[in-house]
C-alpha cells in the first residue's frame, strides 16, 4: 500500500515514512526492491555508471567522529599523490573504460586552488570525452569557483546530517551544519552537478534523524545521492558502537529510487563491506553506479575511513573485470560514458 503511494506519488509523510522504514519483514523489502528496480529501468534502463576513484590523500585537517583518517588518529597512515601520480591513475583508468575521475580527499591544504586548477584542466584537456568530480570537502565559494572554472563538473559532498544535533554529535565543535549546507547551494549556484548524502545507522541517529535527512534531500534537490552503512573505525571515538545494518541501508536505497527517480545512486563501497552481496543488492534496489578504486595500489590501505574495507589488496587491480562480471551476474551492464543525470 505505502510503497505503491511512495512509487506513484514520489512522497509520502512523515508517519508513512517511519512506518515504511521501520516495518520488517521479507515481503516489504522485496516489494520495495522491486518497485526501486522498475523505475531505474523507466529511466536508465539496465545500466550501470562507473565511477573510477582516485582517493588523492589521507591527510585531514577536519576530526569527525566517525572517520578513520580524522586528524586526532595518530595510527593513521597518511600519504597524498602528487599530480604525476593522479594522471597515472586517470591513464590507467581511462584504458578500462572509466569516463568519470573522482578524486577525493580528506581536506588537505597540500591541495592549493592553483594545483587542483591545473589537474583538472589536465584531465580535461587530455581526457575530452570525461567527466571530472570532486569530493575534497568544505572550500571557500572562490574555491569551488576557481575549480569549477578549471573544468570540474560534479561535487560530492555528503551532508551527512540533516539535524543539526546530529550533525554536532558526529563532528568536532568546529564543524557546522550551516557551513556544510552553504557550501552544498554554493556548489549548485555555480553548476556543479551535486551530490550530498549520509550514514545510514550512525551512533545516535534516529529514524526522524533520517526522515530529516530525506527532507533535506527533497529541498537541496541533488543529482547524486550516496549513502552507506555506518562502519566503525577502530581508532576512532566510535569504535565500540554498532554499525548500520544491510537490511536498513536496502530499504533507505529503495525509499531514495522511489523519491528521486532520477538521480545518480551508487552502490558504495560501505555497502559492499558489510555484505559480499551488498553492491549486488543495492544494484537491485535502485542503485545505478557503482565507484570502484583506481587509487594506486600501494596507497589504498591507508585510505582507511572504516574498518575492513574491501579492494584494499593485491588483487584490486582485478576489480574492473570482478565488477563487470558482478553487474552483469546482478542482471545489468556496464554503461561506458560520462553517464550524466537524466
Ligand atoms: N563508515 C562509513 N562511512 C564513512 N564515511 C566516513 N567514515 C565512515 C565510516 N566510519 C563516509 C562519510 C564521508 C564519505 C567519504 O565516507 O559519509 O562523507
Ligand atoms: Fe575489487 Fe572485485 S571489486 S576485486
Redesign the pocket.
Known amino acids: 500500500m505505502m510503497i505503491e503511494k511512495l512509487y506513484n506519488t514520489g512522497d509520502l509523510s512523515d508517519d508513512e515514512l517511519k512506518m515504511l522504514i521501520t516495518s520488517d519483514g521479507d515481503s516489504v523489502s522485496e516489494q520495495l526492491a522491486m518497485y526501486a528496480d522498475k523505475v531505474r529501468r523507466q529511466h536508465y534502463g539496465d545500466k550501470v555508471f562507473l565511477r573510477g576513484l582516485i582517493e588523492i590523500s589521507s591527510y585531514c585537517k577536519n576530526d569527525?567522529l566517525?572517520?578513520?583518517i580524522r586528524r586526532g588518529n595518530k595510527n593513521a597512515q597518511r600519504y597524498r599523490l602528487d599530480r604525476e601520480q593522479i594522471m597515472s591513475a586517470a591513464e590507467n583508468g581511462y584504458k578500462l573504460g572509466f569516463r568519470t575521475f573522482v578524486m577525493?580527499g580528506g581536506e588537505d591544504a597540500y591541495y592549493t586552488d592553483e594545483l587542483l586548477c591545473e589537474i583538472i584542466a589536465e584531465l580535461k584537456d587530455r581526457y575530452p570525452d570525461c567527466a571530472v568530480t570532486l569530493?575534497l570537502g568544505e572550500r571557500t565559494y572562490e574555491s569551488y569557483k576557481k575549480l569549477r572554472e578549471a573544468g570540474a563538473d560534479r561535487y560530492?559532498?555528503?551532508h551527512?546530517a540533516a539535524d543539526c544535533q546530529l550533525y554536532k554529535k558526529l563532528h568536532p565543535a568546529e564543524m557546522a551544519l550551516d557551513n556544510r549546507v552553504k557550501c552544498l547551494y554554493n556548489l549548485r549556484e555555480l553548476g556543479y552537478q551535486v551530490g550530498a548524502?549520509?550514514?545510514v545507522g550512525a551512533p545516535f541517529q534516529t529514524v526522524e534523524n533520517i526522515i530529516a535527512d530525506l527532507r533535506f534531500l527533497q529541498e537541496l534537490r541533488p543529482q547524486m545521492i550516496?549513502i552507506?552503512?555506518?562502519?566503525?573505525?577502530h581508532d576512532?571515538p566510535?569504535a565500540n558502537e554498532k554499525?548500520?545494518t544491510l537490511e536498513l541501508t536496502l530499504r533507505l536505497l529503495g525509499i531514495i529510487r522511489l523519491m528521486f527517480p532520477k538521480v545518480l545512486l551508487p552502490a558504495t563501497t560501505?555497502l559492499g563491506t558489510i555484505s559480499p552481496i551488498g553492491r549486488e543488492l543495492g544494484l537491485k534496489t535502485g542503485c545505478n553506479v557503482v565507484m570502484p578504486n583506481l587509487s594506486p595500489v600501494d596507497v589504498r590501505k591507508k585510505y582507511d575511513?572504516?574498518?575492513n574495507k574491501i579492494c584494499t589488496g593485491e588483487e584490486a587491480a582485478e576489480c574492473r573485470s570482478c565488477l563487470q562480471r558482478r553487474i552483469e551476474s546482478a542482471g545489468y551492464t556496464v554503461a561506458v560514458e560520462r553517464g550524466d543525470a537524466v
Not at 552507506?228 to 573505525?233: A, K, L, V
Open positions: 569527525c566517525y572517520c578513520g577525493q569530493s560530492l559532498l555528503r551527512e548524502g549520509f550514514m550516496g552507506g552503512p555506518f562502519i566503525p573505525h576512532t566510535f554499525g548500520g560501505a575511513l572504516y574498518d
